[in-house]
């Protein structure tokens, strides 16, 4: 099994900046793709970006051009560079690693942008 915990989440004016961390533990030799969700209360959760093994990756285009996920492989550790941080980016951030048989979660890591 995969675990995931997230850093770095926090109060952010809007046009401010954010990094966030996800480090991986566990069989982390399984996971074919990492990335970030986010879900503010009563919606459902959605797709932010992802990095695949072979380094693909993959934006939604709500966040193209000013969100950026990078991979460090020797740290177990995914980022999610967030630039230019709107208010309607003010949700909960969650990790989350697919292997061949199952998918992973962090436990969240609430971000606020104040407008």
């Known amino acids: 099994q995969v675990q995931l915990v997230e850093s770095g989440g926090g109060l952010v004016q809007a046009g401010g900046s954010l990094r966030l961390s996800c480090a991986a533990s566990?069989?982390?030799?399984?996971?074919?793709?990492i990335g970030w969700y986010r879900q503010v209360p009563g919606k459902q959760r959605n797709f932010i970006a992802a990095?695949?093994?072979?380094?693909?990756?993959n934006y939604d285009e709500s966040v193209k051009g000013r969100f950026t996920v990078s991979r460090d492989a020797a740290k177990n550790t995914v980022y999610l560079q967030m630039n230019s941080l709107k208010a309607d980016d003010t949700a909960v951030y969650y990790c989350?690693?697919?292997?061949?048989?199952?998918?992973?979660w962090g436990q969240g890591t609430q971000v606020t942008v104040a407008s």
């Open positions: 990095v695949s093994r072979d380094a693909y990756i």
């Open positions: 989350m690693a697919q292997t061949s048989t199952d998918t992973a």
């Open positions: 566990g069989r982390t030799s399984t996971i074919s793709s």
